[in-house]
């Protein structure tokens, strides 16, 4: 299924409906971008989407290029058109692609899809042996509490930011409909999944259910 199709949305529509979708949503990006190395040169970004994470890093890593991994194609043309010549792109799923040598490795909303916390483990790890010495990888996305009554808190705080855009059956509708889907892994079981295949975590942002990460070798 693609990108569009998950969130119910015209492919046309992502840039803008992705703001209405998560609270803070360029924040994230903005912290993610900022533990990009200004020195970095080529990037790999998992479920690169239509570009936007990608950009961020790219205006902070003025020499870097993108290699952009995503398992629609749809997609990752209005990618090619925002990135141009800085990136290149590979069609199919970050979990069964050949991840290729580099120095940074970034994901933004992507992650939750992969189904289990054993092929995320085994995920983490082959990206570890992709990353050069010194390299780091850099995510943004749900990452919910472990404790059930803050888990509760954090998705009503979400729930408040989508009935800002939508009716309250539509936003309760919505979280449904992903959470069908998606698998957010508690950002306690998340760093603990991370550091088991070497890296190590650091909490760069955190609002809510939803946190930026950066782990390195």
Known sequence: MGVASHLGIRLGEYDARIRTFIPAYEEMLAAGAAAVSPTARTIVDLGTGTGAFAATCLARARRARVIGIDADAGILAAARRRLGDRASFLTGSFEAVDVPACDTIISS????????VTAKLA???????????????????????????????QFD?????????????????????????????????????LERAGFDVEIIWRKGAFAVLSSRL
């Open 157 to 193: 705080a979400w729930r408040t930011h989508l009935r800002t855009y939508y009716s309250a059956r539509a936003a309760a509708k919505l979280l449904d409909d992903w959470a069908r889907e998606d698998v957010y892994v508690p950002l306690e079981r998340e760093v603990t999944l």
């Open 109 to 116: 909303f992507a992650l939750h899809h992969v189904r289990t």
């Open 123 to 153: 995920l983490y790890r082959r990206l570890r042996r992709s990353l050069r010495s010194s390299g780091r990888l850099v995510t943004v996305d749900c990452q919910p509490a472990q404790r059930a009554d803050v888990r509760r808190e």
